[in-house]
């Protein structure tokens, strides 16, 4: 573990003498001298004093050092049946004359743009036309529903709203516009415009302030990059919390500059000319990261893919798409591995000698289970890496540093700290859990460059939310171990937050839906474990005396009323009445308990438990499969 130990050692003994020498892979309009602002802890600043712009890094560098007609993007639709490629020339132009159309609505420094868009290149273009002007955009992911819609338009208040009229899934085509005109009479706030990109699948009936992309590209100028503040925000991602109101994580440009660009080189081992495919939305974290911020930022080619690891047509989808376009390297979801297994359990739809320019496969966005870890090994013959993190941090916390050193993995675990984060386990009290032993994962202060500096507008949520259960230390909200030789083993959420196919999402939203019905006096949702998804919810509700509609109705109802307001995302399949729920005697839901007994664990009965019987009378109920 030579360079690894060397480099990680370097990078918490010396972090300023580590990052600015990392910050030499980025062009600066204004060159950092101060590193790290360390004067208001808990909140710290990287590169406090330096200018830059991000849309000129992922692109326009590219084209000034000669690189124009190479490949910056390629977008792969088998939904729709076409490929398009970029070059970084070509996609500087769309970006330039798309900034240029956001300027023409108003739009400048520091304002908030919403994106809402399916896996069109139209959505790379925005948020770059965003970082080119010094907006700052949130993109809300295609599968939620109005309800998630309108709380982060109400939060981020957007001056401007970027939509397509529809996205493709395999099975229907799902209008987005009535979403976003149902979020938009829902919020309190009102965008000054919102620009619609028409697909021919289902173009949008447009209502007063709706624009077309055409139309406003059309009339728009190109515009140049706007050096920002390296502290300025560059983006705000929303992601589930326990509540029912997401957090808005907060990238700044600086920092997620340096730090990605560090990340391609050494985590991703993964450089100028080559594929990079991360097979996720645009509307995750990892998408903002890997699809399009770092592969462009390195010079790389990015791949936007849009269509399903099966189904698109078939579980050969994802290696045809590596032999089509050359996939170097692939970063896709365990879950997605999952569904392909499933399908094509001996790989026989995999051909080595088509996917050969693969290197590495890298696996996130939940646990990797060993099983999945193996099969895709074995059948692909390239090391498989699995790496920790979440939107908070932006970048991997543990992983195999490809770049730096070929560590051998093990299933199960995420490998070691990447270098940056000090990455401790700790027990109740704060202390270290020695290794083998199970507690909370936390991050020493300061975090490395790219993670969040704090919460949009909410700086005491931010505190709240991470910093306080154990001072001087940010709370991941995972546990999990370290093993005797430093590997990282993390084992799940310690919060109510769930991971259903890669995507995070928040029980709390879904128990508001429910609550919110007229029959529902109380309820919980729990997420349990799934063979594909890894964890699914299960809805369980008490209905108010007197409710007489049939259980299987009021069921019914609840699935579909999650699906209506959050989305078909959610995968809520299964809500069943129940005569009570088990709580404590101050009145709070045994939510960890009946997650214990749903997932086939002998759970011990808390000493706290206000009527022990209530919870037998559930244990069956929790136990159906
Ligand atoms: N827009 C609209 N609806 C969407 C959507 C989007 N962008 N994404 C998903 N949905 C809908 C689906 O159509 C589905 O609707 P249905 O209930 O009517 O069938 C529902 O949301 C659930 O979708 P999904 O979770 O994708 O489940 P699935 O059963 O359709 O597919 C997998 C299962 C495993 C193939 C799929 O979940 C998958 O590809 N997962 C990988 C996810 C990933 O890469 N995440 C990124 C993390 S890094
Ligand atoms: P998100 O913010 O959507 O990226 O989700 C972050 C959460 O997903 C983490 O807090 C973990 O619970 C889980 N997660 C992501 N990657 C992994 C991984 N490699 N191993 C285990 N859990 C993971």
């Given at each position: 573990m030579g360079a690894y130990r060397d480099t990680y050692r370097q990078s918490l003994e010396d972090p300023e003498w580590f990052w600015r020498d990392a910050a030499s892979g980025v062009d600066w309009a204004r060159m950092p001298i101060?590193?790290?602002?360390?004067?208001r802890p808990p909140f710290y600043r990287w590169f406090p004093d330096a200018e830059l712009n991000t849309c000129h890094n992922a692109l326009d560098r590219h084209v000034d050092a000669g690189r124009g007609d190479a490949v910056a993007l390629v977008y792969d639709s088998p939904v729709t049946g076409s490929v398009r490629r970029y070059t970084f020339r070509e996609l500087r132009d769309e970006v330039a004359c798309f900034a240029g159309a956001l300027r023409g609505l108003g739009v400048g420094r520091g304002d908030r743009v919403v994106i809402y868009m399916a896996m069109v290149p139209e959505a790379v273009v925005a948020m770059l036309a965003c970082a080119r002007l010094g907006a700052v955009h949130s993109v809300v992911f295609g599968g939620f529903g109005p309800k998630e819609l309108a709380a982060r338009i109400d939060d981020a208040r957007p001056k401007v709203i970027v939509a397509t009229s529809c996205g493709i899934e395999p099975s229907r085509v799902v209008e987005y516009k009535p979403l976003l005109d149902a979020a938009l009479d829902e919020a309190a706030h009102r965008p000054d415009a919102c620009v619609i990109l028409q697909r021919e699948q289902a173009p949008a009936r447009l209502r007063d302030g709706d624009v077309t992309w055409a139309d406003v590209v059309a009339r728009a100028e190109p515009v140049g990059c706007v050096p920002v503040a390296a502290t300025d925000p560059l983006y705000i991602l929303y992601t589930s919390g326990t509540t029912g109101r997401p957090k808005g994580i907060v990238r700044d440009n600086g920092g997620h500059a340096v730090a990605l660009t560090w990340s391609m080189a050494n985590i991703f081992d993964c450089g100028s000319g080559d594929v990079f495919w991360a097979a996720s939305d645009v509307g995750w974290v990892v998408g903002h990261s890997y699809i399009v911020y770092a592969p462009l930022l390195a010079g790389s080619t990015t791949v936007l893919y849009e269509g399903k690891p099966v189904g698109t047509p078939d579980a050969g989808a994802f290696w045809r798409v590596v032999e089509d376009h050359g996939v170097n390297v692939l970063f896709a979801a365990p879950t997605a591995i999952r569904a392909i297994r499933k399908e094509d359990p001996d790989g026989a739809r995999i051909d080595r000698a088509r996917t050969k320019s693969l290197r590495t496969l890298f696996m996130a966005g939940e646990r990797l289970d060993p099983q999945t870890y193996e099969w895709a090994g074995e059948k692909l013959g390239v090391p498989v890496v699995d790496n920790w993190w979440q939107t908070e941090t932006g970048?991997?916390?543990?992983?195999?540093?490809r770049g730096l050193e070929a560590l051998a993995t093990k299933p199960g675990s995420p490998s070691v700290p990447v270098p940056g984060f000090d990455v401790r386990v700790v027990q109740p009290d704060g202390q270290d859990a020695p290794a083998g032993t199970d507690g909370s994962i936390v991050i020493r202060l300061p975090m490395p460059p790219g993670c969040l500096p704090t919460l949009w507008n909410d700086d005491e949520r931010f505190v709240a939310s991470y910093l306080s259960a154990f001072p001087g230390c940010y709370l991941t909200g995972d546990g999990g171990r370290f093993d005797e030789d430093g590997y990282l083993y993390v084992m799940g959420r310690t919060d109510d937050v769930i991971n259903v196919a890669g995507h995070r999402l928040s029980t709390g939203a879904m128990e508001e839906v429910l609550a919110g019905h007229p029959a529902v006096a109380e309820c919980a949702v729990i997420g349990v474990e799934d063979e594909l998804k890894g964890q699914v919810p299960r809805g369980f509700v008490v209905l108010k005396a007197?409710?007489?509609?049939a259980h299987d109705e009021v069921a019914a109802q609840l699935v579909q009323l999650v699906r209506d307001r959050?989305?078909?995302?959610?995968?809520?399949?299964r809500v069943q009445v129940v005569a009570a729920l088990p709580k404590t005697r101050s009145g709070k839901i045994l939510r960890r308990t009946m997650r214990g007994i749903a997932d086939g664990r002998e759970e011990p009965v808390p000493s706290t438990i206000e009527d022990p019987a209530v919870l037998d009378q559930l244990r069956p109920v929790l136990r159906e499969r």
């Amino acid at each position: 573990m030579g360079a690894y130990r060397d480099t990680y050692r370097q990078s918490l003994e010396d972090p300023e003498w580590f990052w600015r020498d990392a910050a030499s892979g980025v062009d600066w309009a204004r060159m950092p001298i101060r590193v790290l602002d360390e004067d208001r802890p808990p909140f710290y600043r990287w590169f406090p004093d330096a200018e830059l712009n991000t849309c000129h890094n992922a692109l326009d560098r590219h084209v000034d050092a000669g690189r124009g007609d190479a490949v910056a993007l390629v977008y792969d639709s088998p939904v729709t049946g076409s490929v398009r490629r970029y070059t970084f020339r070509e996609l500087r132009d769309e970006v330039a004359c798309f900034a240029g159309a956001l300027r023409g609505l108003g739009v400048g420094r520091g304002d908030r743009v919403v994106i809402y868009m399916a896996m069109v290149p139209e959505a790379v273009v925005a948020m770059l036309a965003c970082a080119r002007l010094g907006a700052v955009h949130s993109v809300v992911f295609g599968g939620f529903g109005p309800k998630e819609l309108a709380a982060r338009i109400d939060d981020a208040r957007p001056k401007v709203i970027v939509a397509t009229s529809c996205g493709i899934e395999p099975s229907r085509v799902v209008e987005y516009k009535p979403l976003l005109d149902a979020a938009l009479d829902e919020a309190a706030h009102r965008p000054d415009a919102c620009v619609i990109l028409q697909r021919e699948q289902a173009p949008a009936r447009l209502r007063d302030g709706d624009v077309t992309w055409a139309d406003v590209v059309a009339r728009a100028e190109p515009v140049g990059c706007v050096p920002v503040a390296a502290t300025d925000p560059l983006y705000i991602l929303y992601t589930s919390g326990t509540t029912g109101r997401p957090k808005g994580i907060v990238r700044d440009n600086g920092g997620h500059a340096v730090a990605l660009t560090w990340s391609m080189a050494n985590i991703f081992d993964c450089g100028s000319g080559d594929v990079f495919w991360a097979a996720s939305d645009v509307g995750w974290v990892v998408g903002h990261s890997y699809i399009v911020y770092a592969p462009l930022l390195a010079g790389s080619t990015t791949v936007l893919y849009e269509g399903k690891p099966v189904g698109t047509p078939d579980a050969g989808a994802f290696w045809r798409v590596v032999e089509d376009h050359g996939v170097n390297v692939l970063f896709a979801a365990p879950t997605a591995i999952r569904a392909i297994r499933k399908e094509d359990p001996d790989g026989a739809r995999i051909d080595r000698a088509r996917t050969k320019s693969l290197r590495t496969l890298f696996m996130a966005g939940e646990r990797l289970d060993p099983q999945t870890y193996e099969w895709a090994g074995e059948k692909l013959g390239v090391p498989v890496v699995d790496n920790w993190w979440q939107t908070e941090t932006g970048w991997p916390i543990a992983a195999s540093p490809r770049g730096l050193e070929a560590l051998a993995t093990k299933p199960g675990s995420p490998s070691v700290p990447v270098p940056g984060f000090d990455v401790r386990v700790v027990q109740p009290d704060g202390q270290d859990a020695p290794a083998g032993t199970d507690g909370s994962i936390v991050i020493r202060l300061p975090m490395p460059p790219g993670c969040l500096p704090t919460l949009w507008n909410d700086d005491e949520r931010f505190v709240a939310s991470y910093l306080s259960a154990f001072p001087g230390c940010y709370l991941t909200g995972d546990g999990g171990r370290f093993d005797e030789d430093g590997y990282l083993y993390v084992m799940g959420r310690t919060d109510d937050v769930i991971n259903v196919a890669g995507h995070r999402l928040s029980t709390g939203a879904m128990e508001e839906v429910l609550a919110g019905h007229p029959a529902v006096a109380e309820c919980a949702v729990i997420g349990v474990e799934d063979e594909l998804k890894g964890q699914v919810p299960r809805g369980f509700v008490v209905l108010k005396a007197g409710v007489t509609t049939a259980h299987d109705e009021v069921a019914a109802q609840l699935v579909q009323l999650v699906r209506d307001r959050i989305g078909a995302v959610a995968s809520l399949r299964r809500v069943q009445v129940v005569a009570a729920l088990p709580k404590t005697r101050s009145g709070k839901i045994l939510r960890r308990t009946m997650r214990g007994i749903a997932d086939g664990r002998e759970e011990p009965v808390p000493s706290t438990i206000e009527d022990p019987a209530v919870l037998d009378q559930l244990r069956p109920v929790l136990r159906e499969r």
